[in-house]
């Protein structure tokens, strides 16, 4: 771009548009942290249930600790990516101070319930709480529906689970997982690529 | 009466540089570079233009041991393409009439 310090205030418009247009879609690929945790916690949730339930194995509660596995993938995971990345927009920033402080309050919430020794029966109840609260703030923020309706949907499963045991809650939490990780996680990755595309 | 087009602004390059940053937190030189298809000459004599008139914060690092320049727009820079856009809309509308 040349600096020609002549130019009609309708070129100044284009330049300004044509800028801002470059910048707007550059969000990334997000849809990641949404497979990794979605199908983690939903293959925990679902593996629980089979070993409790079905096969009343005593340490069905072992699959849990693929949690901080879950953690340091993340970890690896985004610290590749702000290498890579070249911009840090807004939109960025706000999921980031988000999803740090969800991941805080699971953090106080599974220390909650180790040292209660009871709360765990009615965990799921805010886990899926917490589950709404990010996906749906994310949804809104990335003007993504299937998040923002999965988020939502999982405020009334948070409050039906409560009704329910731990061996079911883990059937619901299944269920919130999928409706709002899973299925939005997968649909996140569709419209990043064409997006992509569309840049190319 | 027509507000004066800020001269800072009123520069294609410079111009680019600004909308590029307003709609971001902040962006590395060489995606400016990048998106602008300036020079690096060019473009760091106009990214200079910019800080020397408090538009644009210039911060200098290391990442990976490699330098990396980053550009991110200041109060005073948002304030001034606020009022750039403001006199533009004026010249569109007076043409309109």
């Known amino acids: 771009m040349e600096n020609q310090e002549r130019f009609s205030p309708e070129e100044s418009l284009s330049i300004i548009r044509n800028m801002i247009d470059k910048t707007k879609d550059t969000v990334a690929d997000d849809s990641f942290y949404f497979l990794l945790w979605g199908w983690l916690v939903f293959g ?43 911009i840090k927009s ?33 965990a799921f109840t ?30 009334i499963l948070a409050v039906v689970s409560i009704k329910y045991s731990y061996d079911y809650q883990l059937l619901i939490g299944a269920l919130a997982i999928l409706i709002s990780y899973i299925i939005p996680g997968h649909l996140l990755r569709i419209r990043y690529h064409q997006k992509r595309k569309s840049h190319a | 009466m027509f507000k004066e087009l800020d001269p800072i602004l ?55 041991n490699y330098p990396q320049t980053i550009c991110k727009i200041t109060p005073r820079g948002l304030e001034a393409f606020d009022e750039y856009v403001k006199a533009l809309q004026q010249y569109l509308q007076a043409g309109k009439e």
């Open chain 1, 44 to 86: 925990c949730c679902v593996s629980t249930f089979v070993m409790k339930v079905w096969l009343q194995f005593p340490y069905h509660y072992y699959v849990w600790f693929l949690m901080p596995v879950g953690g340091i993938v993340s970890w690896i995971y985004g610290s590749r990516q702000a290498k890579k990345q070249r």
């Open chain 1, 90 to 122: 807004y939109v960025e920033e706000s999921l980031d101070s988000l999803w740090i402080g969800v991941g805080f309050a699971f953090f106080a919430l599974v220390l909650i319930n180790m040292i209660s020794g009871e709360t765990w029966q009615k």
């Open chain 1, 126 to 155: 805010y886990y899926i709480l917490l589950y709404a609260i990010g996906t749906s703030v994310t949804g809104r923020i990335l003007r993504f529906k299937p998040l923002l309706y999965g988020g939502l949907i999982n405020f």
């Open chain 2, 10 to 64: 009123h520069s294609q390059l410079r111009l680019a540089v600004m909308s590029l940053l307003i709609g971001i937190k902040e962006a590395e030189f060489t995606f400016i570079r990048e998106k602008t298809n300036a020079t690096a000459g060019n473009l760091s004599v106009q990214v200079q233009k910019l800080k020397d008139a408090g538009y644009i914060e210039v911060i200098k690092q290391f990442k990976e």
